[in-house]
């Protein structure tokens, strides 16, 4: 069965410094891997995914299959990231059953 | 496009009852998934429709229960509420076999007394 640990509940950065956010996971298989995010009162959304190695709002995170690792980086962290951070995992194509971490609450300090 | 709608917002029941959560999928998808997501916890897949019928299946016991509508509208029931049945249930919407994103709906939130 696959399994995603992020092992940060919660991550504060002071604005302009660099964000990183854990992701590991376990899976015998290949799989996808994506970060959701969810803003103040707005639903869960999805921020990227490997397979299109897009920046979305500056963040980046690269798949490390040797590590099983999807961190999430991003150089210039801003006041607008703060939110709440699930990392996601799916068998297939991403539409089909979801696997999330327990997510990382980030706060960027003014 | 109005995305993902579900309905109710917030509801409150009593230990035992029964629950039916409803969800509309964005235009154009045709694949319904639900999740349940406790507090503090992340999204946990509950099972996923498509052409009427359950696909996959995640690890809950029988008494939550799904249907699709020929609409692609979906609906969650949850027989014999438990406290712990206590949570936040996600409606997700796709489009089966190609490569597109889930859209997640606003969400339901259950409470069991």
């Known amino acids: 069965a696959q399994r995603v640990t992020q092992p940060e509940k919660l991550l504060s950065v002071f604005k302009g410094a660099p964000v990183e956010l854990k992701c590991n996971y376990s899976y015998s298989g290949s799989p996808e891997l994506f970060w959701y995010v969810q803003y103040s009162r707005q639903r869960l959304q999805l921020l990227l995914r490997?397979?299109s190695r897009e920046s979305i709002k500056g963040f980046t995170a690269d798949l490390n299959k040797g590590e099983t690792s999807f961190h999430l980086k991003k150089p210039f962290a801003q006041e607008e990231d703060s939110a709440m951070y699930y990392c996601?995992?799916?068998?297939?194509?991403?539409?089909?059953?979801?696997?999330f971490g327990t997510g990382t609450r980030l706060t960027i300090i003014p | 496009d109005a995305g993902v709608t579900q309905s109710p917002t917030h509801l409150i029941k009593t230990r035992g009852q029964q629950v039916t959560l409803r969800c509309s999928p964005k235009s154009g998808h045709d694949t319904v998934s639900w999740y349940q997501q406790a507090l503090g916890q992340g999204p946990q897949f509950i099972f996923q429709?498509?052409?009427?019928?359950?696909?996959q299946r995640g690890n809950f016991p029988d008494r939550f229960s799904g249907h699709q509508f020929p609409n692609y509208s979906s609906e969650l029931n949850v027989n014999a509420l438990l406290l712990g049945d206590s949570a936040l249930y996600l409606c997700?919407?796709?489009?089966?076999?190609?490569?597109?994103?889930?859209?997640f709906g606003q969400g339901t939130r259950l409470t069991v007394v």
């Open positions: 996601a995992l799916s068998t297939n194509f991403g539409n089909e059953k979801l696997t």
């Open positions: 429709y498509y052409e009427e019928e359950e696909r």
């Open positions: 997700a919407s796709s489009l089966v076999g190609g490569d597109t994103e889930a859209f």
């Open positions: 490997h397979i």
